[in-house]
Protein backbone atom coordinates (compact mmCIF):
# COMPACT_ATOMS: atom_id res chain seq x y z
CA UNK A 1 0.00 0.00 0.00
CA UNK A 2 1.02 3.49 -0.60
CA UNK A 3 1.24 6.64 2.20
CA UNK A 4 -0.22 9.31 0.61
CA UNK A 5 -1.88 13.05 1.70
CA UNK A 6 -5.76 13.79 -0.22
CA UNK A 7 -4.98 17.13 -1.55
CA UNK A 8 -8.27 17.50 -3.04
CA UNK A 9 -11.59 16.62 -4.57
CA UNK A 10 -12.24 15.43 -8.56
CA UNK A 11 -15.80 15.68 -10.33
CA UNK A 12 -16.57 13.97 -13.06
CA UNK A 13 -20.37 14.78 -13.86
CA UNK A 14 -19.75 12.19 -17.48
CA UNK A 15 -18.02 8.89 -16.04
CA UNK A 16 -18.87 5.30 -16.42
CA UNK A 17 -22.47 4.42 -14.86
CA UNK A 18 -21.09 1.87 -11.93
CA UNK A 19 -19.38 4.83 -10.88
CA UNK A 20 -22.08 6.96 -9.55
CA UNK A 21 -22.33 7.72 -6.06
CA UNK A 22 -18.12 7.17 -5.19
CA UNK A 23 -16.53 9.45 -3.87
CA UNK A 24 -13.09 10.47 -5.93
CA UNK A 25 -10.31 12.21 -4.78
CA UNK A 26 -6.61 13.61 -5.82
CA UNK A 27 -4.05 11.93 -3.55
CA UNK A 28 -0.48 12.79 -3.54
CA UNK A 29 2.38 10.34 -2.14
CA UNK A 30 4.50 11.30 0.75
CA UNK A 31 7.88 10.00 1.81
CA UNK A 32 10.00 7.86 -0.11
CA UNK A 33 11.94 8.60 -3.49
CA UNK A 34 8.06 8.18 -5.42
CA UNK A 35 6.81 11.70 -2.87
CA UNK A 36 5.16 13.83 -5.03
CA UNK A 37 3.53 11.27 -7.39
CA UNK A 38 -0.30 11.53 -8.04
CA UNK A 39 -2.96 9.52 -8.08
CA UNK A 40 -6.71 9.50 -7.63
CA UNK A 41 -8.22 7.24 -5.14
CA UNK A 42 -11.94 6.84 -4.39
CA UNK A 43 -12.75 7.26 -0.52
CA UNK A 44 -15.24 4.48 0.94
CA UNK A 45 -14.34 6.00 4.54
CA UNK A 46 -15.17 9.37 5.76
CA UNK A 47 -11.61 10.86 4.54
CA UNK A 48 -11.19 14.46 4.28
CA UNK A 49 -8.59 17.00 2.43
CA UNK A 50 -5.47 16.99 4.20
CA UNK A 51 -5.55 13.25 5.46
CA UNK A 52 -2.58 11.26 5.38
CA UNK A 53 -4.34 7.77 4.04
CA UNK A 54 -2.96 4.12 3.43
CA UNK A 55 -3.80 3.80 -0.47
CA UNK A 56 -4.67 0.00 -2.02
CA UNK A 57 -4.10 -0.24 -5.65
CA UNK A 58 -4.89 -3.10 -8.20
CA UNK A 59 -7.44 -5.76 -8.11
CA UNK A 60 -6.96 -5.35 -4.47
CA UNK A 61 -8.53 -2.24 -4.05
CA UNK A 62 -11.70 -4.18 -5.43
CA UNK A 63 -12.35 -5.43 -1.89
CA UNK A 64 -12.59 -2.28 -0.77
CA UNK A 65 -15.95 -1.82 -2.89
CA UNK A 66 -18.99 -4.45 -2.31
CA UNK A 67 -19.07 -5.09 -6.15
CA UNK A 68 -16.34 -6.54 -8.33
CA UNK A 69 -17.30 -5.30 -11.41
CA UNK A 70 -16.47 -1.55 -10.93
CA UNK A 71 -13.42 -0.03 -12.54
CA UNK A 72 -11.37 1.05 -9.64
CA UNK A 73 -8.21 0.14 -9.26
CA UNK A 74 -7.03 2.51 -5.90
CA UNK A 75 -8.79 3.38 -2.56
CA UNK A 76 -8.74 4.88 0.46
CA UNK A 77 -8.46 1.37 3.19
CA UNK A 78 -6.98 3.26 6.12
CA UNK A 79 -6.72 6.89 7.92
CA UNK A 80 -3.13 7.17 9.52
CA UNK A 81 -3.89 7.99 13.10
CA UNK A 82 -2.39 11.82 13.63
CA UNK A 83 0.25 10.94 16.33
CA UNK A 84 1.89 8.23 14.56
CA UNK A 85 4.71 9.95 12.99
CA UNK A 86 7.53 8.49 10.59
CA UNK A 87 9.99 10.45 8.92
CA UNK B 1 -6.77 5.90 -11.20
CA UNK B 2 -4.52 8.83 -13.50
CA UNK B 3 -4.57 11.89 -14.03
CA UNK B 4 -4.36 12.71 -17.75
CA UNK B 5 -5.25 14.76 -20.82
CA UNK B 6 -6.27 13.11 -24.04
CA UNK B 7 -3.85 13.98 -26.74
CA UNK B 8 -4.54 12.06 -29.80
CA UNK B 9 -6.16 9.40 -31.27
CA UNK B 10 -4.39 6.27 -32.13
CA UNK B 11 -5.01 3.95 -34.86
CA UNK B 12 -4.10 0.17 -35.74
CA UNK B 13 -5.33 -1.50 -38.97
CA UNK B 14 -3.27 -4.96 -37.61
CA UNK B 15 -4.36 -5.87 -34.08
CA UNK B 16 -6.14 -8.58 -31.81
CA UNK B 17 -9.75 -9.55 -32.98
CA UNK B 18 -11.08 -8.38 -29.97
CA UNK B 19 -10.46 -5.17 -30.19
CA UNK B 20 -12.17 -4.58 -33.54
CA UNK B 21 -14.45 -1.38 -32.95
CA UNK B 22 -12.60 -0.16 -29.79
CA UNK B 23 -11.57 3.27 -29.83
CA UNK B 24 -7.56 3.97 -28.77
CA UNK B 25 -6.67 7.57 -27.62
CA UNK B 26 -3.15 8.53 -26.31
CA UNK B 27 -3.22 9.99 -22.94
CA UNK B 28 -0.19 12.05 -21.06
CA UNK B 29 -0.25 12.01 -17.24
CA UNK B 30 -0.67 15.75 -16.24
CA UNK B 31 0.00 16.79 -12.56
CA UNK B 32 2.69 15.16 -9.64
CA UNK B 33 5.88 13.65 -10.37
CA UNK B 34 4.58 11.26 -13.54
CA UNK B 35 3.81 14.17 -15.46
CA UNK B 36 4.72 13.70 -18.84
CA UNK B 37 4.57 9.81 -19.11
CA UNK B 38 2.13 7.97 -21.55
CA UNK B 39 -0.42 4.98 -22.08
CA UNK B 40 -2.77 4.23 -24.61
CA UNK B 41 -6.36 3.52 -23.24
CA UNK B 42 -9.30 2.63 -24.69
CA UNK B 43 -12.14 5.16 -24.31
CA UNK B 44 -16.00 3.73 -24.34
CA UNK B 45 -17.73 7.19 -23.04
CA UNK B 46 -17.41 9.48 -25.77
CA UNK B 47 -13.71 11.82 -25.07
CA UNK B 48 -12.03 14.29 -26.85
CA UNK B 49 -8.81 14.99 -27.43
CA UNK B 50 -7.64 17.56 -24.75
CA UNK B 51 -10.34 16.58 -22.59
CA UNK B 52 -9.26 15.87 -18.91
CA UNK B 53 -9.83 12.16 -17.72
CA UNK B 54 -9.69 9.42 -15.24
CA UNK B 55 -7.62 6.34 -16.32
CA UNK B 56 -8.08 3.37 -14.77
CA UNK B 57 -5.39 0.72 -15.03
CA UNK B 58 -4.79 -2.78 -14.82
CA UNK B 59 -7.24 -5.59 -14.47
CA UNK B 60 -10.12 -3.27 -13.49
CA UNK B 61 -9.84 -1.44 -16.48
CA UNK B 62 -11.63 -4.33 -18.25
CA UNK B 63 -14.21 -4.03 -16.07
CA UNK B 64 -15.59 -1.04 -18.39
CA UNK B 65 -15.78 -3.69 -21.08
CA UNK B 66 -18.64 -5.97 -21.48
CA UNK B 67 -15.86 -8.90 -22.09
CA UNK B 68 -13.24 -9.90 -19.58
CA UNK B 69 -11.48 -11.26 -22.29
CA UNK B 70 -10.08 -8.82 -23.88
CA UNK B 71 -6.47 -7.39 -23.75
CA UNK B 72 -6.95 -4.42 -22.73
CA UNK B 73 -5.17 -2.61 -19.76
CA UNK B 74 -6.32 0.76 -19.79
CA UNK B 75 -9.07 2.83 -20.20
CA UNK B 76 -10.60 5.84 -20.02
CA UNK B 77 -13.70 5.70 -16.82
CA UNK B 78 -14.24 9.39 -16.11
CA UNK B 79 -14.08 13.12 -17.95
CA UNK B 80 -13.18 15.58 -15.56
CA UNK B 81 -15.78 18.67 -15.28
CA UNK B 82 -13.92 21.56 -16.59
CA UNK B 83 -14.57 23.85 -13.65
CA UNK B 84 -13.00 21.36 -11.40
CA UNK B 85 -9.66 23.16 -10.61
CA UNK B 86 -7.00 21.32 -9.00
CA UNK B 87 -3.44 22.45 -8.65
CA UNK C 1 -1.55 0.23 -23.12
CA UNK C 2 1.90 1.13 -23.72
CA UNK C 3 3.62 2.43 -27.01
CA UNK C 4 6.66 1.32 -28.25
CA UNK C 5 9.51 -0.10 -31.01
CA UNK C 6 10.40 -3.57 -31.60
CA UNK C 7 13.93 -3.30 -31.68
CA UNK C 8 15.00 -7.09 -31.82
CA UNK C 9 14.36 -10.92 -31.27
CA UNK C 10 14.99 -12.77 -28.14
CA UNK C 11 15.70 -16.54 -27.98
CA UNK C 12 15.66 -18.56 -25.11
CA UNK C 13 16.03 -22.47 -25.71
CA UNK C 14 15.10 -22.91 -21.93
CA UNK C 15 12.32 -21.14 -20.95
CA UNK C 16 8.92 -22.87 -18.97
CA UNK C 17 7.31 -25.86 -21.10
CA UNK C 18 4.52 -23.48 -22.05
CA UNK C 19 6.11 -20.88 -23.68
CA UNK C 20 7.16 -23.35 -26.23
CA UNK C 21 6.25 -21.96 -29.95
CA UNK C 22 5.52 -18.34 -28.62
CA UNK C 23 7.60 -15.61 -30.25
CA UNK C 24 9.51 -13.23 -28.04
CA UNK C 25 10.98 -9.99 -28.90
CA UNK C 26 12.55 -6.96 -27.31
CA UNK C 27 10.44 -3.68 -27.08
CA UNK C 28 11.63 -0.71 -25.86
CA UNK C 29 8.96 2.58 -24.95
CA UNK C 30 8.79 5.55 -27.06
CA UNK C 31 6.72 8.64 -26.78
CA UNK C 32 6.84 10.53 -22.60
CA UNK C 33 8.47 10.31 -20.24
CA UNK C 34 8.84 6.60 -19.95
CA UNK C 35 10.63 6.46 -23.32
CA UNK C 36 13.68 4.07 -23.49
CA UNK C 37 12.48 1.44 -20.80
CA UNK C 38 12.31 -1.62 -22.09
CA UNK C 39 10.50 -5.29 -21.66
CA UNK C 40 10.51 -8.59 -23.50
CA UNK C 41 6.58 -8.99 -25.19
CA UNK C 42 5.23 -11.87 -26.88
CA UNK C 43 4.39 -11.52 -30.30
CA UNK C 44 1.04 -13.24 -31.61
CA UNK C 45 0.20 -10.61 -34.74
CA UNK C 46 3.12 -11.16 -37.03
CA UNK C 47 4.66 -7.79 -36.26
CA UNK C 48 8.29 -6.96 -37.13
CA UNK C 49 11.44 -5.62 -35.75
CA UNK C 50 10.60 -2.16 -36.29
CA UNK C 51 7.35 -1.80 -35.81
CA UNK C 52 5.76 0.45 -33.71
CA UNK C 53 3.61 -1.53 -31.67
CA UNK C 54 0.44 -1.57 -29.48
CA UNK C 55 1.90 -3.50 -25.71
CA UNK C 56 -0.63 -4.69 -23.36
CA UNK C 57 0.80 -6.03 -19.97
CA UNK C 58 -0.46 -7.23 -16.76
CA UNK C 59 -3.26 -10.18 -16.37
CA UNK C 60 -5.05 -8.64 -19.39
CA UNK C 61 -2.30 -9.84 -21.20
CA UNK C 62 -2.74 -13.57 -20.86
CA UNK C 63 -6.31 -12.51 -22.70
CA UNK C 64 -3.90 -12.31 -26.32
CA UNK C 65 -3.31 -16.13 -25.55
CA UNK C 66 -5.22 -19.39 -26.14
CA UNK C 67 -4.53 -20.44 -22.22
CA UNK C 68 -5.01 -18.20 -19.48
CA UNK C 69 -2.60 -20.58 -17.31
CA UNK C 70 0.99 -19.34 -19.38
CA UNK C 71 3.25 -17.16 -17.32
CA UNK C 72 3.25 -13.87 -19.69
CA UNK C 73 3.13 -10.36 -18.69
CA UNK C 74 2.83 -8.68 -22.06
CA UNK C 75 1.92 -9.30 -25.40
CA UNK C 76 1.64 -6.49 -28.74
CA UNK C 77 -2.23 -6.09 -29.02
CA UNK C 78 -1.99 -4.06 -32.41
CA UNK C 79 1.00 -2.33 -35.19
CA UNK C 80 0.25 1.38 -35.11
CA UNK C 81 -0.65 2.00 -38.22
CA UNK C 82 2.79 3.90 -40.59
CA UNK C 83 0.46 7.06 -41.55
CA UNK C 84 -1.00 7.26 -37.95
CA UNK C 85 1.67 10.28 -36.65
CA UNK C 86 1.42 11.72 -32.73
CA UNK C 87 4.27 13.50 -31.33
CA UNK D 1 9.54 -9.39 -5.04
CA UNK D 2 11.44 -6.83 -3.36
CA UNK D 3 14.28 -5.77 -1.47
CA UNK D 4 12.94 -3.84 1.58
CA UNK D 5 14.14 -2.97 5.52
CA UNK D 6 10.88 -2.25 7.42
CA UNK D 7 11.92 1.13 9.41
CA UNK D 8 8.58 1.84 11.22
CA UNK D 9 5.20 0.97 12.52
CA UNK D 10 2.08 2.24 10.82
CA UNK D 11 -1.08 2.76 13.12
CA UNK D 12 -5.07 3.72 11.55
CA UNK D 13 -7.51 3.70 14.21
CA UNK D 14 -10.33 4.29 11.47
CA UNK D 15 -9.53 1.77 8.52
CA UNK D 16 -11.55 -0.89 6.40
CA UNK D 17 -13.46 -2.90 8.56
CA UNK D 18 -11.43 -6.20 7.04
CA UNK D 19 -8.43 -4.96 8.35
CA UNK D 20 -8.67 -5.34 11.80
CA UNK D 21 -6.07 -6.82 13.51
CA UNK D 22 -3.54 -6.89 10.80
CA UNK D 23 -0.12 -5.55 11.07
CA UNK D 24 0.88 -2.45 9.09
CA UNK D 25 4.59 -1.56 8.89
CA UNK D 26 6.22 0.46 6.83
CA UNK D 27 8.92 -0.39 3.89
CA UNK D 28 11.92 1.12 2.30
CA UNK D 29 13.18 -0.64 -0.90
CA UNK D 30 16.97 -1.21 -0.61
CA UNK D 31 19.49 -1.84 -3.38
CA UNK D 32 19.40 -0.91 -7.04
CA UNK D 33 17.38 1.98 -8.36
CA UNK D 34 14.63 1.80 -6.50
CA UNK D 35 16.00 2.45 -3.43
CA UNK D 36 14.28 4.71 -0.65
CA UNK D 37 10.86 3.47 -2.01
CA UNK D 38 8.58 3.44 0.29
CA UNK D 39 5.08 1.12 0.84
CA UNK D 40 3.18 -0.03 3.74
CA UNK D 41 3.14 -3.73 4.25
CA UNK D 42 1.23 -6.16 6.07
CA UNK D 43 3.76 -8.24 8.36
CA UNK D 44 1.73 -11.62 8.93
CA UNK D 45 5.39 -13.32 9.93
CA UNK D 46 6.52 -11.76 13.01
CA UNK D 47 9.24 -9.54 11.36
CA UNK D 48 10.59 -6.47 13.02
CA UNK D 49 11.65 -2.74 12.52
CA UNK D 50 15.05 -3.31 10.85
CA UNK D 51 14.54 -6.49 9.57
CA UNK D 52 15.51 -6.92 6.28
CA UNK D 53 12.74 -8.40 4.00
CA UNK D 54 11.17 -9.68 1.11
CA UNK D 55 8.07 -8.36 -0.25
CA UNK D 56 4.97 -9.79 -2.30
CA UNK D 57 2.93 -6.93 -4.10
CA UNK D 58 -0.37 -6.76 -5.65
CA UNK D 59 -3.04 -9.77 -6.33
CA UNK D 60 -0.28 -12.36 -4.90
CA UNK D 61 0.14 -10.22 -1.85
CA UNK D 62 -3.50 -11.53 -0.60
CA UNK D 63 -2.40 -15.46 -1.51
CA UNK D 64 -0.15 -14.79 2.14
CA UNK D 65 -3.83 -14.31 3.94
CA UNK D 66 -6.41 -16.39 4.91
CA UNK D 67 -8.96 -14.50 3.06
CA UNK D 68 -8.90 -13.39 -0.86
CA UNK D 69 -11.26 -10.36 0.15
CA UNK D 70 -8.68 -8.21 1.85
CA UNK D 71 -7.75 -5.05 0.24
CA UNK D 72 -4.01 -5.43 0.94
CA UNK D 73 -1.93 -5.40 -1.85
CA UNK D 74 2.28 -5.82 -0.39
CA UNK D 75 2.86 -8.28 2.31
CA UNK D 76 6.06 -9.22 4.03
CA UNK D 77 6.69 -12.75 3.13
CA UNK D 78 10.25 -13.55 4.31
CA UNK D 79 12.73 -12.12 6.33
CA UNK D 80 16.24 -12.42 4.76
CA UNK D 81 18.88 -13.81 6.68
CA UNK D 82 21.67 -11.97 8.27
CA UNK D 83 24.54 -13.65 7.31
CA UNK D 84 23.03 -13.70 3.64
CA UNK D 85 24.98 -10.62 1.90
CA UNK D 86 24.30 -8.97 -1.34
CA UNK D 87 25.71 -5.96 -2.07
CA UNK E 1 8.56 -9.56 -18.92
CA UNK E 2 11.93 -8.28 -18.03
CA UNK E 3 15.52 -8.85 -19.18
CA UNK E 4 17.49 -9.33 -16.13
CA UNK E 5 20.69 -10.77 -14.30
CA UNK E 6 20.85 -13.24 -11.58
CA UNK E 7 23.21 -11.39 -9.00
CA UNK E 8 23.13 -13.77 -5.83
CA UNK E 9 21.09 -15.93 -4.25
CA UNK E 10 19.01 -15.04 -1.48
CA UNK E 11 18.18 -16.92 1.91
CA UNK E 12 15.52 -16.36 4.13
CA UNK E 13 14.76 -19.48 7.09
CA UNK E 14 11.60 -17.53 8.13
CA UNK E 15 8.94 -17.36 5.50
CA UNK E 16 5.77 -18.40 4.37
CA UNK E 17 5.14 -21.75 4.89
CA UNK E 18 4.19 -22.07 1.44
CA UNK E 19 7.37 -20.89 -0.18
CA UNK E 20 9.45 -23.80 1.37
CA UNK E 21 11.34 -25.81 -1.32
CA UNK E 22 11.40 -22.41 -3.28
CA UNK E 23 14.83 -20.90 -4.74
CA UNK E 24 15.37 -17.33 -4.27
CA UNK E 25 17.40 -14.78 -6.51
CA UNK E 26 18.00 -11.43 -7.03
CA UNK E 27 17.64 -9.83 -9.97
CA UNK E 28 19.18 -7.16 -11.61
CA UNK E 29 17.27 -5.41 -14.80
CA UNK E 30 19.74 -4.67 -17.62
CA UNK E 31 18.63 -2.49 -20.64
CA UNK E 32 16.99 0.47 -21.26
CA UNK E 33 16.32 3.20 -18.70
CA UNK E 34 15.11 0.74 -16.12
CA UNK E 35 18.23 -0.69 -15.72
CA UNK E 36 19.78 -1.61 -12.04
CA UNK E 37 16.45 -1.99 -10.79
CA UNK E 38 16.13 -4.94 -8.76
CA UNK E 39 13.88 -7.59 -7.56
CA UNK E 40 13.97 -11.03 -6.20
CA UNK E 41 12.87 -13.73 -7.78
CA UNK E 42 11.53 -17.36 -8.02
CA UNK E 43 13.48 -19.86 -10.05
CA UNK E 44 12.09 -22.98 -11.30
CA UNK E 45 14.05 -23.98 -14.28
CA UNK E 46 17.73 -24.08 -13.07
CA UNK E 47 19.01 -20.67 -13.56
CA UNK E 48 22.29 -19.32 -12.11
CA UNK E 49 24.38 -16.32 -11.25
CA UNK E 50 25.40 -14.51 -14.18
CA UNK E 51 22.64 -15.99 -16.51
CA UNK E 52 20.75 -13.41 -17.91
CA UNK E 53 17.09 -13.94 -17.65
CA UNK E 54 13.16 -13.50 -18.88
CA UNK E 55 11.50 -12.24 -15.56
CA UNK E 56 7.61 -12.70 -15.79
CA UNK E 57 5.80 -10.42 -12.97
CA UNK E 58 2.64 -10.48 -10.85
CA UNK E 59 -0.54 -11.98 -11.44
CA UNK E 60 1.46 -14.59 -14.69
CA UNK E 61 3.88 -15.19 -12.50
CA UNK E 62 2.20 -17.51 -9.98
CA UNK E 63 1.50 -19.57 -13.49
CA UNK E 64 4.89 -21.20 -13.22
CA UNK E 65 3.80 -22.57 -10.33
CA UNK E 66 2.06 -25.68 -10.00
CA UNK E 67 -0.36 -24.00 -6.90
CA UNK E 68 -1.77 -20.44 -7.53
CA UNK E 69 -1.81 -19.45 -3.67
CA UNK E 70 1.33 -19.18 -3.32
CA UNK E 71 2.64 -15.54 -2.37
CA UNK E 72 5.07 -14.71 -5.34
CA UNK E 73 4.85 -11.89 -7.99
CA UNK E 74 8.11 -12.55 -10.01
CA UNK E 75 9.86 -15.58 -11.72
CA UNK E 76 12.31 -16.71 -14.06
CA UNK E 77 10.55 -17.98 -17.44
CA UNK E 78 13.39 -18.19 -19.40
CA UNK E 79 17.18 -18.29 -19.81
CA UNK E 80 18.13 -15.71 -22.72
CA UNK E 81 20.68 -17.91 -25.11
CA UNK E 82 24.47 -16.86 -24.77
CA UNK E 83 24.50 -15.64 -28.33
CA UNK E 84 21.30 -13.93 -28.37
CA UNK E 85 22.44 -10.37 -28.52
CA UNK E 86 20.84 -7.26 -28.79
CA UNK E 87 22.17 -4.14 -27.20
Known amino acids: ?5 LID ?4 TRKA ?3 N ?3 F ?3 EIIGGSSTG ?3 IVVDTISAGIGDRVIICTGSSARRM ?3 DDIPVDAVVVGIIDE ?3 FE
Chains 1, 2, 3, 4, 5 share one sequence.
Do not use: F, H, T
Open 9 to 12: NVWA
Open 37 to 39: QRL
Open 21 to 23: GLK
Open 17 to 19: ESL
Open 83 to 85: DCN
Open 25 to 27: MLA
Open 65 to 67: LED
Open 1 to 5: MLVAR
